[in-house]
């Protein structure tokens, strides 16, 4: 990455039926952002990610990365490669990590490296077990996803996102399938993402945390981008009504005691 | 002939000349399997995927496959294929060898149609039973759908067909007892003609049913390891630092030749279908 990159996501529109969750949604994101989108649920945080990486196709709506400009609505279609490559430069960390059940943590973090880089086997291997110390899971790396916990689980599948070298990390909700006491050391690991400077966004519940490491944060609320400010200005003095209620229903004045 | 009522003895001492036409049973039933699992998958993949056309030709085609006999099926392939091929013959002047292909094609075509049918269900409810996270992860990651469907859906749907699989394939090897309706002489086929030069007839299928059974005992034998082999371990020890530090600086080969009692079979299996050890 030598100069910066920056996404530029414009006219994002995607309705379910008739239920409009996203509506004209206007993005930049530069590159270092790590970016919280916070919202009540059902307002499409989690789609707004899922149709980046081409999971949902939007009614309308184009991203740009650098110089290509992909249209977003009918990338399937027409250029599949276009899918490829927005896949390739972004990368999804799942609520539900979705490790490969019948691999193990190091086949897992291999598996993109070996089929959609096409590296060899030993390369991979060095890579998947460099991005495995990193998350700390080394010693776990001949494990399958049922022998580890949820919080291990979801590190291995953010060191598997890590070995792809994305430049867009998407995390949808990552420690909200997690039992209380893992979602520390999920937290912690996302931490040091963004302290190394990885481009996110981040979908997320865990406002206190949102508020710590972001370092910039959006309010989502019936498709739209209701509040856009650092995490500061839309925790602290939310210029909007919409924002101001959502805060006082989470209660964000006291906070929660795993926070890092 | 001794005037026994039941020829106890002769029941054990004919089961090697049955035998020996064992190797045509199991080419019937291996042939067959594998082409009806074959065309079975090819079915599923239409009826998930929605092909269109093609996808209401296959519930029709499954339809009519399971609700008629096999025996039927048998006596529709042997009879009726040859008399359409003639038919062509005649119509286009061409000149299909029909009276050359040998009975044994039409068992097995019969057979494995047959198959294909109950098959198509069975990969098709282990297909749709993959979470569907597993899709997504592989497509977050940039796989191609081929890609994804060849390396991470189809291992854990066969994970979950395999017992039906196998179940598939022990009737396959019982129903090629009928394959004598296109006149292939097989186990059984040999066991009528034996009988009809001593008029043992209860006998041979006695001896028959042992044999049948035995076989089957066997093949789930079989599948029961086969079922462990591809299983996720219940659980995995925790490596080693001197393990660690020799996987970090292992090279495929050697690596492969390690074996897998680290509980890394997984990847070692990818080794050898990849040709890269």
């Known amino acids: 990455m030598a100069e910066k990159q920056r996404f530029v996501i414009k006219d994002l529109k995607k309705k379910f039926n008739n239920n409009i969750v996203l509506d004209g949604i206007d ?221 006082k229903k989470m209660s964000l004045l006291e906070e929660p005691d795993y926070v890092i | 002939m001794t005037g026994k009522i039941f020829d106890f003895k002769l029941v054990f001492t004919q089961i090697p000349d049955l035998l020996k036409y064992l190797p045509v049973t199991m080419e019937l039933a291996i042939a067959s399997t594998v082409f009806g699992m074959l065309l079975g998958l090819l079915i599923a993949i239409i009826k998930i995927k929605k092909v269109k056309v093609l996808d209401k030709l296959a519930t029709f085609y499954v339809s009519l496959v399971r609700g008629t006999p096999v025996l039927v099926q048998l006596y529709i392939a042997y009879f009726g294929v040859p008399m359409l091929l003639k038919y062509i013959n005649q119509q286009t002047g061409s000149d299909l060898k029909v009276a050359a292909i040998p009975g044994f094609v039409y068992a097995v075509l019969a057979l494995g149609f047959n198959q294909s049918a109950f098959d198509a269900e069975v990969f098709r409810a282990a297909l749709l039973s993959v979470d569907k996270g597993q899709h997504e992860a592989a497509a977050a990651i940039g796989m191609t759908g081929w890609q994804s469907l060849r390396r991470i859906i189809i291992p854990e749907a066969l994970s979950v067909a395999l017992p039906s699989l196998g179940n598939s394939f022990i009737n396959a090897i019982k129903g090629t007892s009928l394959a004598f309706t296109c006149a292939v002489v097989e186990m059984t086929a040999e066991g009528k003609i034996l009988s009809g030069r001593n008029y043992r007839y209860f006998e041979v299928y006695v001896s028959l049913a042992i044999i049948y059974w035995a076989i089957t005992i066997l093949f789930e034998k079989i599948l029961k390891f086969v079922e462990k082999k591809i299983s996720v371990p219940e659980q995995v020890e925790q490596i080693r630092p001197e393990e660690l530090e020799s996987l970090r600086n292992q090279k495929s080969r050697a690596y492969a030749a390690k074996k897998n009692h680290n509980g890394l079979g997984g990847e070692l299996a990818w080794q050898k279908n990849r040709g890269l050890s």
Not at chain 1, 38 to 50: A, C, E, V
Not at chain 1, 115 to 137: C, F, H, N, P, W
Request: charged share 25%; net charge neutral.
């Open chain 1, 27 to 247: 993005l930049t994101i530069n590159e270092g952002d790590v970016l919280g989108v916070i919202g009540p649920s059902g307002t499409g945080k989690s789609t707004l990610l899922r149709c980046i990486n081409q999971l949902e196709v939007p009614e309308s709506g184009s991203i740009e990365i650098g110089e290509s400009q992909i249209d977003l609505s009918n990338a399937k279609k027409s250029n599949l490669k276009n899918v490829t490559q927005l896949r390739q430069r972004t990368g999804m960390v799942f609520q539900r990590f979705n490790l490969f059940q019948k691999k193990t943590a190091l086949e897992n973090v291999m598996e993109g490296l070996i089929t959609v880089q096409k590296k060899s086997k030993d390369e991979a291997r060095k890579i998947a077990l460099k991005e495995l110390d990193r998350v700390g899971m080394t010693q776990w790396a001949n494990h399958y996803p049922k022998h580890l916990s949820g919080g291990q689980q979801q590190r291995v599948a953010i060191a598997r996102v890590l070995a792809m070298k994305p430049d867009l990390i998407l995390m949808d909700e990552p420690t909200s399938a997690l039992d209380p006491e893992l979602v520390g050391e999920v937290l912690e690991t996302i931490k040091q993402l963004a302290e190394e400077g990885h481009t996110m966004i981040l979908v997320s519940h865990e406002m206190a945390f949102i508020r710590k490491v972001a370092t910039r944060c959006i309010f989502l609320d019936h498709g739209k981008i209701v509040e856009d400010g650092t995490p500061k200005e839309v925790f602290t003095a939310p210029t909007q009504e919409r924002t101001r209620d959502f805060l």
